[in-house]
């Protein structure tokens, strides 16, 4: 063609999560049954949606408002409602005295979005290319990879400490805010995917203040924020943000859950602090026009779902369910020689580690796992040549157990291991999922 019309960032679009769906399809052919654990779908898994949120659903289907356009930003008394939400948190409850609080929120504060998917898409796809945001390394594939692509080069990572728990390496934040101009913004995400750590208060406003020393704005990833195991210390971030621009991505996907919904939203935090803040919110107000809206039915039910007297409950007991199988996930983990899993406290995942000294021995590229016949062994050795070695052993275990989970190489990270899902709902079934991962990968670690 007479001109090259592929983005620069077009090779940086990675989704490892969904990208190892396709090598799993091809073992078909040896009848391999597959055990999907790289994908956080609750309802895939096996959790039935409880009964009071199916009537509101079935009940906002007979309304006719719920096949029509919502506005463009979405549903106005929807929006109302969780800016009053945003609100409670923010004003009700602040953490910590601040000098300069937090904008109060409205509903022109609230846009939703088809899932956080097209939100993220439009948050780095309307920034400016010179202008990056940094983020976490394990890093959540779809933040990392619209990021990079948006600028056309990797990803800018800070370090995720797994000797302190997962916590961000603050000194590391900070040193390259500081001698790297180009960046305009935070990213986190609390509770963080895929790591399941939970950011305690003093860590969150060490972002805010970061952000303000410097003249940045924060992205802020609350996907999982009502799924906080309990003992565990946190805050959202309208709570410590002061007078700091900021977004809050959140969505009903997982703690609902409804998932296929495609409903999210970004709440927006002192949109009128700064005037380029301002400007850059209102493009994404004007690139949702492009699109008309968002699904209106996920919406509507929103204010019902959330201010229903069982919701708080219907939360308590999905963060004890999960807690109880991070234990499991942790237990069997325990002991085994060269691996380490960190217990998380919050979301729905737990990330294996392999001791990097005793992975990166020389004998990466040529470990294998016990397969059922010598064809299997010959098509998993080519297509493994050349891959990330956390991804040579992903791809073994498929072979070699029918379980799939995601390599932490597809989360922008050097360390190697795995993640995996808390979310299968047979209690005989998960043990056994977890005992053959910690078993495959010591074995895996040894051959």
Same mark, same amino acid.
């Given at each position: 063609?007479?001109?090259?019309? !592929? ?46 949120? %199916? ?5 906002? /289907? ?17 929006? #109302? ?19 300069? *609080?937090? $904008?109060?929120?409205? #509903? ?7 899932? &956080?998917?097209?939100? /993220? ?8 290319? $010179?202008?990056? /945001? ?22 800018? +990572? ?46 969150? %406003?060490?972002? /805010? ?35 700091? *621009? ?29 005037? =380029? ?7 994404? !107000? ?25 919701? *708080? ?25 060269? &691996? ?28 294998? &796992? ?5 064809? &299997?062994?010959? @098509?998993? +050795?080519?297509?493994? $040549? ?29 360390? *190697?291991? @795995? ?5 299968? =709902? ?22």
């Amino acid at each position: 063609m007479r001109r090259d019309m !592929v983005h620069p960032g077009a090779g940086e679009l990675r989704y490892e999560i969904r990208e190892i769906v396709s090598f799993a399809r091809e073992l078909s052919r040896w009848n391999i049954p597959i055990v999907w654990e790289n994908i956080g779908d609750p309802v895939k898994k096996g959790e039935a949606i409880e009964g009071w949120i %199916k009537d509101i659903v079935r009940n906002r /289907v007979m309304d006719d408002l719920s096949y029509a356009y919502s506005d463009t930003e979405g549903v106005r008394e929807t929006r #109302a409602f969780l800016a009053g939400l945003a609100n409670q948190r923010s004003i009700s409850n602040p953490i910590g005295a601040m000098a300069n *609080p937090c $904008e109060p929120l409205g #509903a022109d504060d609230i846009i939703f979005f088809n899932g &956080l998917g097209d939100a /993220v898409a439009k948050v780095f796809g309307f920034l400016k290319r $010179e202008a990056r /945001v940094l983020g976490p390394s394990p890093a959540y594939s779809t933040l990392s990879s619209a990021e990079a692509a948006h600028s056309g080069y990797k990803h800018l +990572t800070y370090r995720l400490d797994p000797e302190r728990d997962w916590m961000p390496d603050l000194e590391d934040v900070e040193y390259k805010v500081k001698y790297n101009d180009a960046i305009a913004g935070l990213l986190f995400i609390n509770p963080d995917n895929p790591t399941g750590a939970v950011y305690p208060v003093e860590i969150l %406003k060490e972002f /805010v203040r970061i952000a303000k020393t410097y003249g940045l704005f924060i992205i802020a990833d609350e996907t999982y924020a009502n799924i906080v195991f309990p003992g565990t210390k946190t805050a959202a971030l309208s709570q410590v943000v002061g007078d700091v *621009p900021a977004l809050a991505l959140r969505s009903i996907s997982k703690e609902v859950p409804w998932p296929g919904a495609r409903s999210g939203w970004i709440e927006v935090y002192n949109r009128h602090s700064a005037p =380029q803040f301002e400007r850059y919110v209102q493009s994404l !107000v004007d690139a949702k026009r492009l699109e008309v809206c968002a699904t209106t039915l996920p919406q509507l039910c929103i204010p019902e779902i959330m201010s229903d007297s069982r919701y *708080p409950d219907h939360l308590e007991r999905r963060a004890r369910m999960f807690e109880g199988r991070a234990q499991e996930a942790a237990d069997a983990f325990a002991g085994r020689g060269g &691996l380490k899993l960190i217990p998380p406290r919050g979301a729905l995942y737990a990330t294996a580690l392999f001791d990097p000294e005793r992975f990166f021995d020389g004998r990466e590229q040529s470990r294998t &796992l016990p397969v059922k016949d010598r064809s &299997l062994a010959d @098509f998993i +050795t080519r297509r493994t $040549e050349g891959l990330a070695p956390d991804k040579r052993f992903v791809y073994w275990l498929l072979a070699a157990t029918g379980i799939c989970v995601v390599p932490l190489s597809g989360f922008v990270s050097e360390l *190697p291991g @795995f993640r995996f899902t808390l979310l299968e =709902q047979d209690d005989e079934k998960r043990r056994w999922i977890y005992r053959t991962l910690a078993e495959a990968a010591e074995a895996y670690l040894e051959s």
